[in-house]
């Protein structure tokens, strides 16, 4: 979106105009749930603060001597901040969570232009995998990778939505795929092994 296109959006968007906000809710509701869903685990959870971000910004916009420079930010950094609330006033839960179907769909298929060889190890992964491998990093970390490589952002765009230094963003996604490659080659490993005691089991005995 232009700088000047995104002026007037927000010009509408802060005179309370319905209709505009509607195409905008339409154009960030699937890319906000699908941020909030990797973060908190939980389609009921995900789908309940995805709906807290957007009255919370229909409220902020209605606010008078508000600035808002990229819209986009804007949504995030509100996703951002309910998603810490929610750990924050949460009880702690030792069941762990379980994947069900409704996280596959919502897992974006990665560009295919430009494929870079992160990019493939992200969008060669089952989605449970790529889930699995999230749920071992650092907050930090696995914000990044969300944005990066499941919701195509570039580096410009996360350093605005998390207010970090472009330069502190590439460290990040560079020590969290190292993790994740690390993740995915301790499994590969339990794979051959599990793989190797089956053959010995089914073969027949000398």
């Not at 995900?46 to 949504?75: C, H, M, P, Q």
């Amino acid at each position: 979106m232009s700088s000047i296109k995104e002026k007037i959006l927000i010009i509408k968007l802060k005179e309370q105009d319905t209709e505009t906000f509607a195409k905008l809710y339409d154009a960030y509701v699937e890319k906000i749930y699908r941020f909030v869903f990797f973060k908190v685990s939980s389609t009921s959870e995900a789908e309940d603060i995805t709906s807290e971000v957007f009255l919370r910004a229909w409220e902020y916009l209605g606010r008078e001597n508000v600035e808002i420079k990229n819209i986009n930010s804007f949504l995030y950094q509100i996703a951002r901040n309910l998603v810490i609330d929610f750990y924050r006033t949460k009880t702690k839960r030792d069941s762990a969570v379980s994947i069900d179907q409704q996280q596959h769909a919502y897992l974006k298929e990665i560009p295919d232009q430009n494929q870079n060889t992160e990019k493939l190890a992200v969008s060669n992964m089952a989605s449970a995998q790529v889930h699995n491998y999230l749920s071992h990093l650092k907050d930090d970390y696995k914000e990044i990778v969300i944005l990066k490589y499941i919701e195509g952002y570039s580096t410009n765009e996360i350093s605005k939505i998390v207010n970090k230094k472009k330069g502190n963003i590439r460290v990040l996604l560079h020590r969290a795929m190292k993790v994740m490659a690390e993740l995915a080659d301790v499994e590969k490993k339990k794979n051959e092994e599990r793989e190797k005691q089956k053959q010995e089991v089914s073969s027949p005995l000398a």
